[in-house]
């Protein structure tokens, strides 16, 4: 098992220096266009393809280095470039994750492969959970899936809202009820393939920030699917929902917390995500605020902003540390016992929120406008606080650990 250590190795650092390039080269320059365009940012997913960073081999190898630093800096970089054309790139990792931590390795084999494409033909896949009436409160999700048995397919109704790259998607992970009186435990999940008829995209957000993203509803009417898009099999399936009845009769308290752990470890990857684009913004305006003058001095001559900056970074070290600490954590299969990652994802978007807003402080009318990005990136933060789990639903994970209580 890796000891926790906050120095890079050798391959580490290679790979670092080389998204940073990628990200200071390739989507920075790009950000402001594809921001004003409110597109997916083909060209540049392209370019990603191209040198292996939009690809499944990148992600696995991340995802398994075994410090657990490997997710975490990646993210970092990319969306220090930028959070929108970022997003964008990482967005079918969602569904790929989906499919690796659900499926069989022949569901993997088919199907990541199409969720990417390749480099001349590049495709992307949605990961779609939300819905209308099922946002934090994912066990009031009404999507149906019904096994038609002589067909041997499994029929999809519902609607599903707030997707990444839904309705673009080659390949769509759905998430539905096959069981209604278990919760959140009564889920599975779904492979719709592509070009599969009944599956839609409905209305395209016009959104405030990560506006590159493509977000949209997925209406699905009678999307059948194959028995074999049912990630893990029919027969994991009936034994799950077995076990989830048999648990649920025994007190629910283990089947929630079960559903918990894997929330807690996917969510220090966004909180490196807001480390990106709080580091970003800190950036320029500490380079801001030692060129600008007034009173015939460089504004960072005043404690007034150079404290602020002071905080800034404090803050932004600080997030990065509670971010590496619920990856390793992750990786070496420690138990979350205080919620550490909902506590990295919290303090991380928090503080990604409040740097860009400061920045824009920094920089005066300047940070107001366009012309500089950290009006894009203190709208792109606003994100971090509301997708994979609101702030206020990490507080009241990271409340009912450490309390055991079941607060509301
Ligand atoms: C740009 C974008 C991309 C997204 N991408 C995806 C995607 O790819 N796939 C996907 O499935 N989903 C995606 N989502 C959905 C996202 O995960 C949800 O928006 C999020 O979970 C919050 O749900 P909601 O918007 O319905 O808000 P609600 O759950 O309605 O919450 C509204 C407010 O009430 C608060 N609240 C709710 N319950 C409680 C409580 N018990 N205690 C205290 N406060 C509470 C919330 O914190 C929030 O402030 C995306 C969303 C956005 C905006």
């Not at 978007?349 to 860009?356: C, G, L, N, P, R």
Request: proline share 4%; glycine share 10%; net charge negative.
């Amino acid at each position: 098992m890796a000891e926790f250590t906050l120095d890079l190795n050798d391959d580490q650092k290679q790979v670092r220096d080389w998204l940073h390039g990628f990200a200071a080269d390739v989507i920075r320059p790009a950000a402001s266009e594809w921001d004003e365009r409110e597109e997916t940012p083909w060209p540049v997913i392209q370019e990603a393809a191209k040198v292996g960073i939009y690809s499944l081999d990148f992600y696995a190898q991340q995802f398994f280095d075994p410090t657990g630093l490997g997710i975490p800096m990646a993210m970092e970089e990319l969306f220090w470039g930028d959070a929108g054309i970022a997003l964008s790139i990482v967005g079918t990792g969602l569904a790929a994750v989906g499919v690796l931590a659900n499926g069989t390795e022949e569901q993997i084999g088919t199907w990541i492969p199409q969720m990417y494409g390749d480099a001349n033909d590049v495709k992307v896949a949605a990961f779609c959970s939300s819905e209308p009436d099922a946002g934090s409160d994912v066990a009031s999700m009404r999507t149906r899936a019904v096994y038609d048995e002589a067909k041997d397919e499994w029929v999809l109704n519902g609607t599903k809202t707030w997707a990444t790259n839904g309705g673009i998607a080659n390949v769509h992970v759905v998430v539905a009820v096959v069981d209604p009186g278990l919760g959140s435990k009564g889920h599975a999940s779904f492979i719709v393939p592509p070009a599969t008829p009944g599956l839609s995209q409905g209305q395209k957000f016009k959104k405030h920030g990560i506006r590159a993203s493509h977000t949209a509803e997925v209406v699905l009417e009678d999307v059948r699917v194959p028995g074999h898009c049912l990630l893990g099999g029919k027969e994991k399936l009936d034994e799950r929902l077995a076990r989830a009845r048999e648990r649920a009769k025994a007190g629910g308290e283990r089947v929630k917390n079960a559903a918990m752990a894997t929330f807690e470890a996917s969510r220090p990857a966004v909180g490196a995500m807001a480390v990106g684009t709080a580091r970003a913004a800190y950036e320029v305006a500490l380079d801001y605020a030692k060129t600008r003058s007034q009173f015939g001095r460089p504004i960072i001559d005043n404690q007034g902003i150079a404290f602020q900056l002071a905080d800034m970074r404090t803050r932004i070290d600080a997030a990065r540390l509670l971010v590496w600490r619920a990856s390793w954590m992750a990786t070496t299969g420690k138990p979350f016992t205080s919620a550490e990652g909902s506590m990295s994802k919290l303090y991380a978007s928090e503080t990604a929120k409040s740097v860009t807003a400061q920045a824009i402080q920094i920089l005066g009318g300047n940070g107001f406008t366009r012309e500089y990005p950290v009006e894009r990136m203190h709208r792109d933060a606003a994100i971090y606080t509301i997708f994979e789990g609101t702030s206020e639903i990490q507080r009241l994970v990271i409340a009912r650990t450490l309390s055991g209580m079941p607060i509301r």
